[in-house]
T-cell receptor, first 114, second 115 residues
């Protein structure tokens, strides 16, 4: 079945540091890939997405590139802020058949210190 | 903006009680989902529904049931609550289809404690 593996946290950075959170996937067919973010006390919200190989999703200074050859979708940000402290989830949606659901990774807690 | 509202933020129930978790969305979405979130395990799908009165089991349906009598409302039912059902429960909705045309919209969650 489909699966998503993301780096274990927690990740602790200082403000303005460079961020990478690794995500790899296993899936049949041609999945779409997502990063969701969960701020403290809130539900998840979509951060960015990519639908096909070499697509780059971006939002709020975050980027991730769909790499089919390495089955990866790593999340990056050049300069993190305290307000980026949250849990980040990598996820995939498989377009094959009638699969409506997302498969999530376990989440990575990011803490950014001033 | 899509709003997914979960009726309770915190719930404390006793073992053996029947528990109802309610979720309402205001964007006329066909798809609705219940996940549970546990530390170290991420999000696991319990049930989802792609239409009124339709439901499908997710990855961990045991001990749970659901009800979808109206399009906007999706209820999760714990028939006889147990301590291992202590968790954060997240409801979500999406429009039909898969992939980028249908990102999930989540509620803020219900933290359930079973004592």
């Amino acid at each position: 079945g489909d699966s998503v593996t993301q780096m274990e946290g927690p990740v602790t950075l200082s403000e303005e540091a460079f961020l990478t959170i690794n995500c790899t996937y296993t899936a049949t067919g041609y999945p779409s890939l997502f990063w969701y973010v969960q701020y403290p006390g809130e539900g998840l919200q979509l951060l960015l997405k990519a639908t096909k190989a070499d697509d780059k999703g971006s939002n709020k200074g975050f980027e991730a590139t769909y790499r089919k050859e390495t089955t990866s979708f790593h999340l990056e940000k050049g300069s993190v802020q305290v307000s980026d402290s949250a849990v980040y989830f990598c996820a995939l949606s498989n377009s094959g058949g009638s699969n409506y659901k997302l498969t999530f990774g376990k989440g990575t807690l990011l803490t950014v210190n001033p | 903006d899509v709003k997914v509202t979960q009726s309770s933020r915190y719930l404390v129930k006793r073992t053996g009680e029947k528990v109802f978790l309610e979720c309402v969305q205001d964007m006329d979405h066909e798809n609705m989902f219940w996940y549970r979130q546990d530390p170290g395990l991420g999000l696991r799908l319990i049930y989802f529904s792609y239409d009124v009165k339709m439901k499908e089991k997710g990855d961990i349906p045991e001990g749970y049931s659901v009800s979808r009598e109206k399009k906007e409302r999706f209820s999760l039912i714990l028939e006889s609550a147990s301590t291992n059902q202590t968790s954060m429960y997240l409801c979500a909705s999406s429009s039909p289809g898969t992939g980028v045309n249908s990102p999930l919209h989540f509620g803020n969650g219900t933290r359930l404690t079973v004592t």
